[in-house]
């Protein structure tokens, strides 16, 4: 990948380090992972009964974008917040970065609550850092990449050598040699080098974790497997724990140790990555993996669109759509009034293979 050269500079710049494009680049399972060692570790970051609402206009009832969720992110784990647009991703990875605050429940770093006084605000965000979906909306258009890195530096008062940090930060993002890129503006460089100066200027302040928002929908194919293999050498290499939010299961297949799959504000299916995409339980799940070019079987096409969040329907959200509960097997097992009538619970936020299904739970107690 090369760019034209910056001023001052003479030739090409070339990120030397550059992974392999997306064709060849095949990340180990999650059952591989070094996050494999802290499945019996206290959670870095934990939501607990997490609710986030809006109010409604002109007196209509408040919107539930997040509605009841219970999720935990463990030192070095990759957890992928999975679901459709709508869902409620977006807004619950918003309420644990401490940019939109709870309207209920609890969220903890490091085991103590999150504190959302301004200067307890700050001192988290040194350790929790965002990475936005667009790199060239991110990024000041008046601002060097020096400028970029060096922007959470300079906020947070970095005593040390901040030219060798911000060089540093590029280098781990993989823009080698780092100097070469100091100058430049983000015009000048390819849609690839803009989400590394992005993630460089995460980096550059030593987080624990970072929540990742759709990191590589904006980038072509063979780019976005760079930036997946370099998230993940960042882990192995830094410790990094990571929450990625994306709509796209394949990419959770290539990140990820762990996926919760996000319908209407709560989290309806969650456990290892690999178990949950190859004997999805959940119909809304196998629905979004239906549709994988790599999937077989049938393509499942959902009807409708996800009811109004201010709306929320009893019994099963998913019911509405529920190819299971349309096509009569909830029927053929008992559990069809029940999908339409009884809520269910809240997953817990661990690991363990967990579904909200009223079927899936049927199709289990038969199975035992």
Request: contains cysteine.
């Amino acid at each position: 990948m090369t760019t034209s050269g910056s001023p001052g500079s003479t030739g090409p710049v070339t990120s030397a380090d550059s992974p392999a494009p997306a064709a060849t680049v095949a990340p180990e399972p999650a059952a591989t992972s070094p996050a494999a060692d802290a499945t019996s570790a206290e959670p870095l970051l934990s939501a607990s009964g997490l609710h986030v609402t809006f109010p409604g206009r002109h007196g209509a009832a408040p919107a539930r974008a997040v509605d009841g969720v219970d999720l935990d992110i463990k030192p070095g784990e990759i957890v992928a917040l999975v679901g459709e647009s709508g869902c409620g991703k977006t807004t619950l990875a918003r309420s644990l970065l401490g940019l939109v605050p709870p309207t209920s429940g609890r969220i903890t770093f490091g085991g103590r609550p999150l504190d959302y006084s301004a200067r307890g605000l700050k001192k988290y965000r040194k350790r929790v850092q965002l990475v936005l979906q667009d790199p060239s909306g991110s990024l000041n258009p008046r601002h060097t990449v020096y400028d970029a890195v060096a922007e959470g530096l300079r906020i947070h008062g970095y005593p040390g050598d901040e030219r060798a940090a911000v060089a540093d930060a590029l280098a781990r993002a993989g823009l080698r040699p780092p100097e070469r890129f100091f100058l430049r503006y983000p015009h000048e460089l390819s849609g690839g080098q803009r989400q590394r100066v992005v993630i460089a200027g995460a980096l550059v302040l030593d987080p624990e974790l970072i929540v990742a928002d759709e990191p590589v929908a904006s980038l072509d194919a063979s780019v976005r497997g760079e930036i997946l293999a370099l998230l993940l050498r960042l882990r192995t290499e830094l410790g990094l724990a990571a929450l990625v939010v994306t709509h796209d299961l394949g990419l959770a297949w290539n990140i990820a140790d762990r996926v919760a799959v996000m319908y209407l504000g709560r989290i309806v299916e969650t456990g290892d990555v690999e178990q949950i995409l190859t004997a999805p339980r959940h119909p809304y799940t196998q629905a979004l993996l239906s549709v994988l070019p790599e999937a077989g079987g049938d393509e499942i096409v959902l009807t409708g669109e996800p009811p109004d969040p201010s709306r929320v329907p009893r019994g099963c959200r998913f019911h509405a759509r529920c190819q299971v509960l349309a096509g009569g097997e909830a029927e053929r097992v008992g559990v069809a009034d029940a999908c339409r009538t009884r809520d269910l619970p809240v997953l817990d936020g661990g690991g363990a293979s967990q579904v909200a299904c009223h079927w899936a739970e049927a199709l289990g107690a038969s199975a035992r």
